[in-house]
Structure formats: structure tokens, C-alpha cells
């Protein structure tokens, strides 16, 4: 069956409004309180730019094509429609310490539960004050009127989840590379990351999944390796950098085993023997030269 493109009706190409996106989401990954509120305006400000008018179809495609969630995107994009201002919204929200529970209350301050003038500001006023229990008592009781939902859901960072989820579908588009993709198809990608670029992404996997604190050193130059390496390399960097509380999520989310599995794929990489032999205790065809 053809794949029918959407037509996102977007003022620029979708290709390079990720590019654009990409250092506001990184920036928002390592930010908290007030700061990450400031940054999703920005994002919706650049979403608006680009001639956004329906959001959810933009955010599903940059979700499959970049590690950038929906969600983020998603609220971002409400954000900045109900503040036109930045500064109102530093304002309105000048008090915040506590993001994740700003995310908890996103329901009831944009979209379809939006609370009513008097009583959205009197939970704006809740956020924004250091009575953290009461807050979430509040949005507990709101969840349970409004939505029927009677618990906080746990706290899984947005970025950890992207993270993760961005992992398993560079592991996905790997396994089709070594274990069904043709020979020159192989080389190809072998070719623009190198012998040692392969190796530093194997030894960079091992090292974390093996809870590692003495990380491989990076080679120079990367400007030819493919999205997904680079990505790697990004999200596990941000691994190393991340607090002790934080890195067991990742863990949880990312999986030891896939990252000594990812090490084991990289490793064999580096040449047609080792992609054999790979092949082989996988179970899986030997390599052919594509026919043209």
C-alpha cells in the first residue's frame, strides 16, 4: 500500500522547523520551574511561525521523525495561544518551583478542562505558592471531578520518556539495517559514522549499561554521521549528566540489556565479518549485494 503524505500546510519545511526546535527541546530537557514554562512558550512561538493552525498532526510528525514528544509540542502550542505575551506568562507564573506539578494541572488551565476565569487564577495562585501538598491535594480533587481520574499519575519526567521511546526506535531501524538490510546499504552508513565512530558509540553503550562512570572519548568529527547516531550519543550524554534519582529512571525506561545489546550491534559494525557473524547467532540471512 502507498504511504499518503500529509500536506501540514506548514510555511517552511518540516525538516527544518525540527532543526529549529531542536535546541529550544534540548534547553528544556535540562531546565526547571519557571525557565521550562518560558521555553514551551518559545516552542509554541516557533510552532505558530511555522503556520501551525492544527496542532496534532505537526506534533505526530515531528514525534516520528525526531525525539521531541507530542505532548511537549502539544501544550507548547496551547501555551502560547492562551499567552500571547511572554511575559504575562513569567508573570502569571512567577512563584513556580515545582514544574512537575504545573504538568499535573495542564488539563485544567488549557484545552478541553479548562477551568473558568475565577477559579483557573485561584489555581494558577495554588501553583505559584509553597503549600506543595495542598496544591496536589487540589489537583487530585480536580482530576476526580473532572476527568474521574482518582489518582497523580507517577512522576515520569517527559524527557526520560521521549528519551526512551526514541531508543527503542533507533534500536528498531538498526535491527532492519544489520539483520535485513542489503550490503551497500551496510557500508553506507558504516562509511559516515567510521570504524571509530562505531566503536565510540559501542563503548560509550557498554559504559552506561554497565553503570559506568569512566565514559570513551568522543571522536572530533561527527558531522557526517546520521541523525540516529548522533541522537545516541546525545541522549546517553545526558544520561551520564543527570542526577543519581534520575539516572535509575532512565534505567527503568531505557533498559540495561538494550544498551549492551546496542553496544554488541555497534561493535559488529565496524566490519562485514563481524555484521556476519552477527547475522548468524541471530538466526538471520547472510548478507547479499543488492540487485539494481
Known amino acids: 500500500m502507498q504511504k499518503v503524505e500529509i500536506d501540514l500546510q506548514l510555511n517552511?519545511?518540516?525538516?527544518?522547523?525540527?532543526?529549529?526546535?531542536?535546541?529550544?527541546?534540548?534547553?528544556?530537557?535540562?531546565?526547571?520551574?519557571?525557565?521550562?514554562?518560558?521555553l514551551m512558550w518559545e516552542i509554541g512561538n516557533l510552532l505558530v511561525q511555522a503556520g501551525v493552525k492544527n496542532i496534532h498532526?505537526?506534533?505526530?510528525?515531528?514525534?516520528?521523525?525526531?525525539?521531541?514528544?507530542?505532548?511537549l509540542l502539544s501544550y507548547s502550542f496551547l501555551i502560547r495561544k492562551r499567552w500571547k505575551n511572554r511575559n504575562d506568562l513569567s508573570t502569571a507564573f512567577?512563584?513556580?518551583r515545582d514544574y512537575s506539578l504545573v504538568r499535573?494541572?495542564?488539563?485544567?488551565?488549557?484545552g478541553k478542562y479548562q477551568l473558568k476565569d475565577q477559579e483557573r487564577e485561584g489555581l494558577i495562585k495554588l501553583l505559584n505558592s509553597e503549600n506543595r501538598e495542598k496544591?496536589?491535594?487540589?489537583?487530585?480533587?480536580?482530576?476526580?471531578?473532572?476527568?474521574?481520574?482518582?489518582?497523580?499519575?507517577?512522576?515520569?519526567?517527559?524527557?526520560?520518556?521521549?528519551?526512551?521511546?526514541r531508543i527503542h526506535e533507533i534500536e528498531k531501524r538498526l535491527h532492519r539495517i544489520l539483520?535485513?538490510?542489503?550490503?551497500?546499504?551496510?557500508?553506507?552508513?558504516?562509511?559516515?559514522?567510521?570504524?571509530?565512530?562505531?566503536?565510540?558509540?559501542?563503548?560509550?553503550?557498554?559504559?552506561?549499561?554497565?553503570?559506568s562512570e569512566k565514559l570513551?572519548?568522543?571522536?572530533?568529527?561527527?558531522?557526517?554521521w546520521p541523525d540516529f547516531a548522533r541522537e545516541v550519543d546525545d541522549i546517553l550524554r545526558a544520561f551520564v549528566t543527570a542526577s543519581k534519582e534520575k539516572k535509575a529512571k532512565y534505567?527503568?525506561?531505557?533498559g540495561q540489556k538494550r544498551l549492551l545489546r546496542l553496544a554488541d550491534w555497534f561493535n559488529s559494525w565496524r566490519t562485514e565479518s563481524g555484521v556476519v557473524a552477527l547475522r548468524s547467532r541471530a538466526g538471520a540471512n547472510i548478507m547479499v549485494d543488492r540487485q539494481d
Open 57 to 71: 498532526p505537526v506534533a505526530w510528525s515531528i514525534q516520528k521523525r525526531s525525539y521531541i514528544t507530542r505532548t
Open 94 to 96: 512567577s512563584g513556580i
Open 179 to 211: 539483520f535485513k538490510g542489503a550490503i551497500d546499504e551496510i557500508r553506507d552508513a558504516k562509511n559516515r559514522i567510521g570504524e571509530g565512530g562505531l566503536l565510540y558509540l559501542a563503548q560509550l553503550c557498554m559504559a552506561i549499561g554497565r553503570c
Open 251 to 254: 534505567y527503568k525506561v531505557i
Open 216 to 224: 570513551p572519548q568522543k571522536p572530533t568529527n561527527t558531522e557526517t
Open 12 to 38: 517552511l519545511p518540516l525538516g527544518e522547523l525540527i532543526h529549529r526546535l531542536g535546541p529550544l527541546n534540548n534547553d528544556w530537557r535540562s531546565s526547571s520551574g519557571l525557565r521550562r514554562l518560558e
Open 135 to 165: 496544591t496536589r491535594q487540589e489537583i487530585a480533587r480536580l482530576k476526580k471531578e473532572k476527568i474521574g481520574i482518582t489518582k497523580m499519575r507517577a512522576k515520569i519526567e517527559p524527557d526520560i520518556d521521549a528519551s526512551g521511546r
Open 104 to 110: 499535573e494541572a495542564f488539563p485544567f488551565l488549557l
